[in-house]
């Protein structure tokens, strides 16, 4: 079955604690890129990747980190969170220039 | 650079009355642009997309939208809503060969019976 998968789905963890959020596609896609979704804000984009080993800053990517070392992984890191960061988190992939595909979301709680 | 303006945070019809979701958009260059659809506690589902094709774009659910260049708008409409549709919505643009995606804050649409 195509997918996006993101664990943990749910996690709660103490400011300055480092933290990692992973995504995986299995559907070959170049694009993969991670929002956050905020009441009131909409998605915002924190980083997007075009392709292995390529990585560019999106809307809001202070305070986040991303590799892309092989194409179906995108993973989110957090090197020092904050209670600012607490949100809903979604990856996403597609092919260039096409619809993008959502995984199920990461709700994250820094306290 | 781009953006993406909803013009109603919040939208409230009938059962069986037409929805209109209003969304203006800004971008230097020939955008994409897409409407996804965000029911309770759950993920993003693509709605419809517009890639410069036909202006006048078939979704899911009954839904279509029109891409306005002169208006630089993407309404998205349906003849009859049903209570399934009580749902967020986001207007979404992406500009060709700049590959940040911009989302609108959304537009929560309540049906009533």
């Known amino acids: 079955e195509a997918q996006v998968t993101q664990n943990p789905r749910y996690l709660i963890t103490v400011t300055g604690k480092k933290l990692t959020v992973t995504c995986s596609q299995n559907?070959?896609?170049?694009?993969m890129s991670w929002y956050r979704q905020d009441p009131g804000l909409g998605l915002r984009q924190i980083y997007y990747?075009?392709?292995?080993?390529?990585?560019d800053k999106g809307d809001v990517p202070e305070g986040y980190k991303v590799s892309r070392k092989e194409k179906r992984n995108f993973p989110l890191i957090l090197e020092s969170p904050s209670p600012n960061q607490t949100s809903l988190y979604f990856c996403?992939?597609?092919?260039?220039?096409?619809?993008?595909?959502f995984g199920p979301g990461t709700r994250l709680t820094v306290t | 650079a781009q953006s993406v303006t909803q013009l109603d945070s919040h939208v409230s019809v009938s059962e069986g009355t037409p929805v209109l979701l209003r969304c203006n958009y800004s971008?230097?260059?020939?955008?994409?642009l897409f409407w996804y659809v965000q029911h309770p506690n759950k993920g993003l589902q693509l709605l419809l997309k517009?890639?410069?094709?036909?202006?006048l774009v078939k979704g899911i659910n009954g839904f279509e939208a029109e891409f306005k260049k002169s208006e630089t708008s993407f309404h998205l409409t349906k003849p009859s809503a049903h209570m399934s549709d009580a749902a967020e919505y986001f207007c979404?643009?992406?500009?060709?060969?700049?590959?940040?995606?911009?989302f609108g804050i959304g537009t929560k649409l309540q049906v009533i019976p």
């Open positions: 996403a992939s597609s092919f260039t220039g096409r619809q993008q595909y």
């Open positions: 990747s075009m392709n292995v080993e390529v990585t």
């Open positions: 517009y890639t410069s094709a036909a202006t």
């Open positions: 979404v643009v992406k500009t060709g060969g700049y590959q940040k995606v911009t």
């Open positions: 971008s230097s260059y020939s955008p994409s």
């Open positions: 559907m070959n896609h170049e694009y």
